[in-house]
């Protein structure tokens, strides 16, 4: 099966795949009062905030239960490395003394001594390499069980990750260390991921980027648990065979190929050799960010009105930026949304000249068509603003070239308002001085062009 497929336009049908990662088994922890207190602090105040900016969160369920430690571990958590070391040597000296001791004994002569010491030497010296070899292994639990009980993965302090790796003098490039942190990213990225059915909400990289940066992985190895992830999806593929289960799989795909590419950055372009392990052409991965960034963009204008501003005007441009979508398409989204805006007003307007209770028809018609001519006159104000430059990509005056009411069908419904708007004008006798300020520009092109 060519996993290329999982970028393939919707209605194409499926490819398939199965995975199981070695990063992917649950792993325990315990924590001393120091990481506890610490952690308390952290969730608090995170907590508090998080109420606000109501940040993507990640039940801590994700990364398994506790692990216990078996009773040479517990011996080895006890032991701080200085003493563990010291320890160590006084098993092997205590086993060669007592070899010895046990041999000239037993034996009546010196060889036989130094025959036991050899004999014991080597048990001491097995007993003393067990008790440092598990060291790494009993800090991979506890950072397993550090992550596992913190109440807001997100909180996590890198000092503290840090502090577990030095308490059992450990380096966090250790293999049982590192495999445990690469599990820990792996769990925690597979969490912050929307399901296949659901779309971004656009913090999924930030809320990445700080728990990789606290968890103090190496972006090497953080890549490798993004292309693990996509492994499973893929294979997920596979095993559900269905074309339903194929199309969400992809949607699933491009989505982790747009969040890992955003995480990170320009080193993404050697860091997620997808071309290599997928198949999947550069042009193919600047698609899934392309569609992507386009649906958060278009989530973001949802939630802007007639009543814009110049702070809506800059955080659309700076999440424009975070979500790396061109200007050309920013620009056109924008376009399309204030045009979307003022269609809906003029179908308004069209419905109540068309209504068969014409009692107050005229006032409501011109009441709508104010509505229009004060937004496009807002939009138009603004591009003279001193902090124009900072303001998103297509902010100007409104244009219905393209949109429902481009068209000769619609034309004769335009013509009807632009009678019913120059009607009321020269209702007194006179055009009113209002009236000409005001104009209305972007009908009067339009109604020109037809």
């Known amino acids: 099966m060519n996993p290329t497929s999982l970028l393939l336009p919707i209605n194409q049908p499926p490819p398939v795949t199965t995975f199981r990662s070695q990063f992917l088994n649950p792993t325990p922890l315990r924590l001393t009062p120091k990481f506890y ?25 994700v990364f398994g239960g506790k692990k216990e430690l078996s009773p040479i571990q517990s011996l080895v958590d006890a032991m701080s490395p200085p003493i563990r070391i010291a320890s160590s040597a006084l098993i092997f000296a205590g086993a060669i003394a007592a070899g010895y001791g046990l041999g000239l004994r037993f034996g009546g002569s010196r060889n036989a001594g130094v025959g036991g010491a050899i004999a014991f030497g080597a048990a001491g ?16 639990i506890n950072l397993h069980n550090y992550v596992a009980d913190f109440e807001n993965p997100a909180a996590l302090n890198k000092e503290d990750i840090e502090a577990i790796a030095n308490k059992y003098g450990v380096s ?30 656009g913090d999924e990289v930030d809320t990445i980027i700080k728990f990789k940066n606290a968890l103090g992985i190496d972006d090497p190895d953080a890549a490798d648990m993004h292309m693990e992830i996509g492994r499973r999806i893929f294979r997920q593929r596979l095993e559900m065979g269905d074309r339903d289960g194929d199309m969400e799989q992809r949607r699933a795909f491009q989505k982790l190929i747009y969040v890992s590419t955003l995480v990170f950055g320009e080193a993404s372009a050697f860091l997620l050799p997808w071309k290599r392990v997928f198949k999947v ?61 003022v269609e809906e007003i003029i179908s308004t307007a069209v419905g109540i000249l068309k209504s068969r209770t014409r009692a107050t028809e005229p006032t409501r018609v011109i009441e709508e068509l104010d509505k229009v001519l004060s937004y496009n006159n807002l939009l138009i104000s603004l591009t003279n603003h001193a902090d124009a430059s900072r303001f998103a990509p297509g902010t100007g005056p409104v244009s219905l070239v393209g949109g429902e009411y481009d068209g000769d069908r619609k034309m004769d ?3 009807l308002l632009y009678r019913a708007y120059v009607t009321d004008s020269l209702s007194s006798g006179r055009m009113e001085e209002d009236k000409k300020q005001k104009g209305m520009p972007w009908y009067t092109v339009q109604a020109g062009s037809k």
């Open 413 to 415: 419904d335009l013509k």
């Open 125 to 140: 010296a097995g007993a003393a390499y067990a008790l440092n070899s598990c060291a790494p292994e009993v800090a991979a």
């Open 281 to 341: 052409t550069d042009a193919q991965v600047d698609v899934a960010v392309r569609d992507n960034a386009q649906r958060l963009y278009a989530s973001k204008l949802k939630s802007v009105g007639r009543d814009i501003d110049v702070n809506q005007l800059i955080s659309l441009r700076e999440a424009q930026l975070a979500y790396r979508l061109s200007d050309e398409l920013a620009h056109e989204m924008f376009k399309e949304h204030a045009r979307n805006l």
């Open 172 to 201: 966090k490039q250790n293999e049982a260390f590192n495999a445990e942190l690469r599990d820990i990213y792996c769990r925690y990225v597979s969490a912050v991921l929307p399901a296949s059915t659901e779309e971004l909400r």
């Open 37 to 61: 207190l610490k952690r308390r602090i952290q969730s608090t105040v995170l907590s508090s905030s998080s109420v606000q900016d109501k940040p993507t969160s990640v039940n801590p369920d």
